[in-house]
C-alpha cells in the first residue's frame, strides 16, 4: 500500500487543522501542531511533505518559524505555505522574504488548497529529480575525472620508464606508481643480467621474497584476496590492499596495473638487449685490440727476423774480410822474417804463435753465429700471430 504524503499544520488554531484534515485526508496525512517551538522539534523528526503555516501565533510568528526551517539543513527544502488572515502585500513579501514558497489567505478556499498543495509537491519532486540527477552528474563527472587521473599515472609511469637505464630504477617508479593508487606493493624482476626484489619500504622479508618467487609462476593475473599478482615477461607486481569494497575501482585497477607490469617487462627487456649490446661490443673492442696487438707484435717479429738475417749476414762478411787481412798480415811478416836474422826455429815458432793467435781471432765470430743461430731458433719456435 502506498503511503500518503504527510501534510504538517502549524496553527494555533485547532479548528482550522481539524477542518483540513477533514478535507484534504484522503490526499494526505495530515497532523498538526498549536505550539509552533515544539512544531520545530517535531518537523525535523517527521519531515514532512509539506507545511502549512499561520502567520499570527504565541510565542513565535510563523515568519520566524520559516526561517528557522529553512536555516536548517534537514528542514530547509520542505516547502512551505502561509496561511493567514493578513493579506497585505506587505504581508505577502514578508513571507516569502522568510522563504515561504507559497501564500493563502484564510478564510481558506480548499479546492484552491488543493490545487496549490499538488503544485507544491509536483514542484518538490521536480526539484528533487533535478537534485538527483545533478548528484548523478557530478559523481559521473567525479569517476570521469578519477579515471582521467588514474589513467594519467600509467601515461605518466610509460614516459618515466623508458629513461630507466638499469632494474633499480625500474623497480622504483613501479613502487611509486602503486604509491601514486594508495597501494602497497612489492616487485621482483628477472632477466640474464641478474634479478631484483624490492618494496616501497626497501628489502623484502625472506617470506615476502619466497611469495613473490611462487606467485611468479601462477599465471599473468593472480587474485588473492586482498593480494593480487600482476606477471609479465621477467616482471612480477604484488599489491597487498586492493580496494575490495569498490568493485568499480578494483576492475579500472587491475586493467591499470597489468598494463603498467607489462610495460616495465618491455623496458625490462630492453635493458636485457642493451646489456647484451655492451657485452658484445666490449668483446669486439677487445678483440680489435688483439688484433691490432697481434699486427704490432707480427710488425716487431718481421723486423728481429729482418734484423737477424742482417746481423747474420755482417758477421759472415766481417768474418770474411778478418780471416783476409789475417791471412795477408801473416803473409807480409813471414816474408820479413829473412830480414830480421831469425834462425829456423825462432821463424817457425814465431809464425806458429801468429797462426795461433789469428785462429783465436777468428773464433770470436763463431760465438757470434752461434748466438745468431739460437734466436733464430726461438724465432722459428715462437707461435705465429694469426693472419
Known sequence: MQTKPLLYVIDDDSLTAQMIEDVLGEQYEVRSCLNPLQALQQVVELKPQLILLDISMPEMDGYEVCRQLKADFDTQDIPVMFLSGLTTLEDRMAAYDAGGEDFMAKPLEFALLGAKLEALSRHRQQREALAQQASYATATAMTAMSNAAEMGQVVQFARKVMLCGDMTCLAKELLEVADSYGLSAAVALRNQSGALEMNQQGELSAM??????????????????????????????????????????????????????????????????????????????????VVAREASLRKVLNSVQA??????????????????????????????????????????????????????????YGGDFQALESLKQVLTDMPQPAN
Open 307 to 364: 734484423c737477424v738475417t742482417s746481423m747474420e749476414q755482417q758477421r759472415r762478411d766481417d768474418r770474411f774480410l778478418a780471416t783476409a787481412l789475417l791471412e795477408s798480415m801473416l803473409g807480409d811478416l813471414e816474408r820479413e822474417f829473412i830480414h830480421l836474422g831469425l834462425t829456423d826455429s825462432q821463424e817457425a815458432k814465431l809464425s806458429m804463435v801468429l797462426r795461433s793467435a789469428s785462429d783465436r781471432i777468428l773464433s770470436l
Open 208 to 289: 615476502e621474497s619466497g611469495v613473490l618467487q611462487l606467485i611468479a609462476t601462477c599465471g599473468r593475473i593472480v587474485a588473492m584476496g586482498q593480494r593480487a599478482a600482476f606477471n609479465y615477461g621477467g616482471v612480477t607486481l604484488m599489491v597487498r590492499n586492493m580496494p575490495l569494497d569498490d568493485e568499480e575501482r578494483l576492475g579500472r585497477l587491475r586493467d591499470y596495473l597489468a598494463a603498467i607490469a607489462e610495460l616495465a617487462a618491455a623496458r625490462l627487456d630492453t635493458l636485457a638487449l642493451a646489456d647484451l649490446a655492451e657485452s658484445r661490443g666490449a668483446m669486439l673492442a677487445l678483440q680489435q685490440q
